[in-house]
Nanobody
Framework: QVQLVESGGGLVQAGGSLPLSCHAS????????MGWFRQAPGKERELVAL???????DYADFVKGRFTTSRDNAKNTVSLQMNSLKPEDTAVYLC?????????????WGQGTQVTVSS
């Protein structure tokens, strides 16, 4: 199993920046993909950014050019730098990891951290 703990988040004005970080523990040797999802009140959880074990990244269209994700495999961390924040970015941001062989293929999420962007 993998445990994910986020840090960062908080309240920021529109146009501002905010960094998020996530530390993974447990079966970290089995982690393939890591990334970030978000969920706003009354809305479904949606993918924000994904970074694969190769370092390749994928971003949702609504954050391209504004958010950047990175990972440090030695420290078992994944980060999300959020710039040019908009009120519609307000949501709970959840760290994500997917494990693969030799472990069981499983998706994991952290408990989440609140990001609030004021207009």
């Amino acid at each position: 199993q993998v445990q994910l703990v986020e840090s960062g988040g908080g309240l920021v004005q529109a146009g501002g920046s905010l960094p998020l970080s996530c530390h993974a523990s447990g079966d970290t040797a089995c982690i393939a993909d890591m990334g970030w999802f978000r969920q706003a009140p009354g809305k479904e959880r949606e993918l924000v950014a994904l970074i694969r074990s190769s370092g390749n990244t994928d971003y949702a269209d609504f954050v391209k050019g504004r958010f950047t994700t990175s990972r440090d495999n030695a420290k078992n961390t994944v980060s999300l730098q959020m710039n040019s924040l908009k009120p519609e970015d307000t949501a709970v941001y959840l760290c994500y990891a997917r494990t693969t062989r030799p472990c069981k293929g499983t998706n994991y999420w952290g408990q989440g951290t609140q990001v609030t962007v004021s207009s």
